[in-house]
């Protein structure tokens, strides 16, 4: 499939799994706002109501195949209590992930449903953006390096405009708005935290993580919005039961800790510091921008 080569459009697909939040989704919304092309996946049970909020042309629905045999990481016995509960977004994801490939793409975008608007950071303001660049200008940055598996805007609430930050950190988790390569044999798996568990998965095999400063995502607070996961399990559940399962998962660094008055998982990073870039030799080759990128990444913000 030809790919866009418009500086204001992102060059991937965007996808936007979604469950339960025709009328209250808010990603779509501010990609509407920027004039950014998306599809929501959905369930087929609710097309219908995202068909009464949304284009019927930005709906795409869900195989039920990726929920059957999606690997949720839970014991039998967990299994057993969770019949009939949902999986999560991660078949979803592992669908787009497919998706995409079937497209032709090298690379796809994945986002939750509840991000109200992205922004770029910029000399100790954050600025709201009104079109797709910043997509664009991520998309062009993991293209100059040869082993960046994932990236993605850091979450606002952790960028202070008036702290001093690097325009991107390498080699952690990446949340909520992903970026990833379609190559890698990896997939989305877990009832919870699938992007820690994605990440590490990475990160353990070598592969590089980039978050960006630069550009961020105004995702609302777990828990605050009705619907999607919330909604399934989040609600009666609380956050111990996905923090258990991450540390189970990745023993080696992951544990569970209070803060913020709920429970977390904390994950230790370090161990993967020592990962580097590697910058492909033709890339300039292949984009006239380039120069613009390396403004980003040689500057503080």
């Keep these: 499939m030809s790919q866009t080569i418009s500086k204001a459009l992102p060059r991937f697909p965007l996808y936007i799994p979604s469950k339960s939040r025709a009328d209250t989704a808010l990603t779509p919304r501010a990609l509407d706002r920027m004039n950014v092309p998306y599809l929501l996946v959905i ?6 109501a995202y068909a009464s909020e949304f284009p019927k042309h930005k709906l795409l629905i869900l195989d039920k195949k990726y929920q059957d045999e999606y690997d949720t990481c839970e014991s039998p016995e967990e299994l057993e209590l969770l019949v009939g509960k949902s999986k999560g977004p991660g078949p979803a994801r592992n669908f787009i992930w497919e998706h995409s490939i079937d497209q032709g793409y090298e690379w796809h975008w994945v986002m939750d449903d509840n991000i109200q608007s992205f922004t770029r950071l910029h000399d100790n303001k954050k600025i709201v953006v009104g079109d797709g660049m910043m997509f664009n200008m991520m998309e062009e940055f993991v293209l ?17 405009a008036r702290q001093k930050l690097p325009p991107f950190i390498t080699n952690t988790r990446i949340y909520s708005c992903n970026l990833i390569r379609n190559d890698l044999p990896f997939r989305w798996r877990g009832r919870y935290n699938e992007d820690t568990d994605l990440s590490l998965t990475m990160l353990k095999a ?15 607070r777990t828990s605050t919005l009705k619907g999607g996961n919330t909604e399934a399990f989040y609600a009666s559940e609380g956050t111990l039961p996905k923090s258990k399962m991450l540390a189970r998962m990745h023993p080696d660094v992951a544990t569970v800790v209070w803060k913020f008055q709920r429970w ?4 230790d990073y370090r161990s993967f510091k020592n990962l580097g870039l590697i910058r ?19 500057k503080t913000l």
């Design 43 to 48: 369930e087929e049970q609710q097309y219908k």
């Design 144 to 160: 100059r390096y040869t082993n960046i598996g994932m990236a993605g805007p850091n979450y606002s609430m952790f960028a202070k």
């Design 206 to 220: 070598g592969w590089c993580t980039v978050q960006f400063n630069a550009f961020l995502q105004d995702k609302v």
């Design 264 to 267: 977390h998982h904390h994950v």
């Design 280 to 298: 492909r030799d033709d890339y300039d080759d292949l984009t006239k921008t380039a120069p613009k990128m390396r403004k980003i990444e040689r």
